[in-house]
């Protein structure tokens, strides 16, 4: 039998990783298109036909979350102990029903019946199941591919939203969900399929293959740690969902034209992308904690702009929030590796994203109570939710191994 040169197998196993970053970076963006930005397309024609108001569908939508964020830390202990690829497929297949049932829907009983089962879907099959998937099979060298596949999926609606206006135009927003529907029998599944790696090379109580003992935290001071991470996710989280929701609205407040104000909220995608290359390039030798020190100050100086200079800053702002978004949800995959190691990662992953996934369903209603009683003044209440998230970054500490 021949063997591989140490120059030939460590170019096998670069090529092996690109593939799975493709593969994962791919069927990741149609997740994400196919279900966190769907309702932004799809919500106006499905409340119209369903005689519903589009609040009623975003409650839908508030439930989806709500079961992705209590659900996550089941998934994370099985990823944990048997690996990503099984998962990640069943995902696809949840997905397909929800979107099925959503593009059958009769009423209103039906429509919540429909986003709770892609709340499942998500809470299996977006970036916590991938993140962690490739934490079980790189350990502590994953944060290059978690990177690529956050690079990748920056995507999703640049992608998405086009995608779903043109399926919604030519076969109305059930065919469009019948679309999707059929994309993750076919597209993810094959790719979650062939390209994802079966089982965990760092097992939840198993014996990790070259890990080393000291690769968990000190347990006395795991639970305060885990505390600070699962307060900045939190924080994050609401941020990126409340601007996500209402931005164009707020620079409008803040006096830009509603041109001014759809462009500038425009921006805030290709500042995430670009923020997301520059991690994978000229940030790649900083450790995490620095990046997402450096990433939680974006959205505060972005705020202090604004405040300065009203909307001639509309697009400053949407970029600095951008960049620090970018970089953040990158650091929701490294961080818990820089700070716990690779061993119980999807578990860990699963309890500290739960509350994050809990404010990111009540942050749309709860940001835009605040534009309602205090108008562009309630950018200051998300800069100081961003402060407080730099102060617990500071107060945290890398693993040593």
């Given at each position: 039998m021949q063997t591989l040169s140490g120059d030939q197998a460590e170019?096998?196993?670069?090529?092996?990783?690109?593939?799975?970053?493709?593969?994962?970076?791919?069927?990741?963006?149609?997740?994400w298109a196919s279900s966190y930005y769907l309702p932004a397309i799809l919500a106006t024609p499905i409340a119209r036909d369903l005689g519903l108001s589009r609040a009623a569908v975003f409650g839908a939508v508030s439930v989806a979350?709500?079961?992705?964020?209590?659900?996550?830390?089941?998934?994370g202990r099985w990823i944990d102990r048997r690996g990503g690829r099984g998962i990640l497929c069943l995902s696809n297949l949840v997905f397909a029903a929800g979107l099925v049932l959503l593009g059958c829907a009769q009423g209103g009983a039906s429509l919540f019946a429909?986003?709770?089962?892609?709340?499942?879907?998500?809470?299996?099959?977006?970036?916590?199941?991938?993140?962690?998937?490739?934490?079980?099979?790189?350990?502590?060298?994953?944060?290059?591919?978690?990177?690529?596949i956050a690079l990748l999926a920056g995507f999703a609606s640049t992608l998405g939203w086009p995608l779903t206006t043109l399926l919604e135009a030519q076969s109305?927003?059930?065919?469009?969900?019948?679309?999707?529907?059929?994309?993750?029998?076919?597209?993810?599944?094959?790719?979650?399929?062939?390209f994802v790696p079966a089982g965990s090379k760092f097992a939840l109580h198993g014996e990790a293959q070259g890990a080393p003992d000291e690769i968990s935290a000190p347990p006395q001071r795991e639970w305060v740690a885990m505390a600070l991470l699962a307060f900045v996710f939190a924080a994050?989280?609401?941020?990126?969902?409340?601007?996500?929701?209402?931005?164009?609205?707020?620079l409008e407040m803040a006096g830009a034209s509603a041109g001014a104000a759809l462009f500038?909220?425009?921006?805030?995608?290709?500042?995430?992308?670009?923020?997301?290359?520059?991690?994978?390039?000229?940030?790649?030798?900083?450790?995490?904690?620095?990046?997402?020190?450096?990433?939680?100050l974006g959205h505060p100086l972005g705020a202090l702009a604004l405040a300065m200079a009203g909307s001639p800053m509309a697009l400053v702002f949407a970029g600095l929030h951008g960049a620090g978004n970018g970089v953040l949800t990158i650091a929701k995959g490294t961080l818990p590796l820089a700070i716990f190691g690779p061993l119980g990662y999807g578990l860990r992953q699963g309890w500290l994203n739960a509350p994050a996934r809990i404010l990111q369903a009540l942050a749309p209603l709860l940001f835009g109570l605040m534009?309602?009683?205090?108008?562009?003044?309630?950018?200051?209440?998300?800069?100081?939710?961003?402060?407080?998230?730099?102060?617990?970054?500071?107060?945290l500490r890398a693993r040593r191994d």
């Open positions: 170019a096998a196993g670069r090529s092996k990783q690109l593939r799975l970053i493709l593969a994962l970076g791919t069927a990741q963006t149609l997740a979350l709500l079961i992705a964020g209590l659900c996550g830390p089941m998934a429909a986003w709770a089962i892609i709340g499942l879907a998500m809470s299996i099959g977006l970036y916590e199941t991938a993140f962690a998937t490739l934490a079980t099979n790189f350990g502590i060298a994953a944060r290059g591919p978690i990177t690529g109305g927003w059930r065919g469009a969900c019948f679309a999707w529907a059929g994309l993750h029998l076919t597209l993810g599944l094959g790719l979650n399929a062939l994050t989280w609401f941020v990126s969902t409340s601007m996500a929701a209402h931005l164009p609205r707020m500038a909220a425009m921006m805030v995608g290709p500042a995430q992308v670009l923020a997301r290359i520059a991690e994978f390039s000229l940030m790649a030798r900083l450790h995490p904690l620095t990046s997402a020190r450096l990433a939680a534009l309602d009683n205090w108008g562009v003044a309630a950018v200051y209440a998300t800069a100081a939710l961003s402060l407080a998230s730099f102060a617990a970054l500071a107060a």
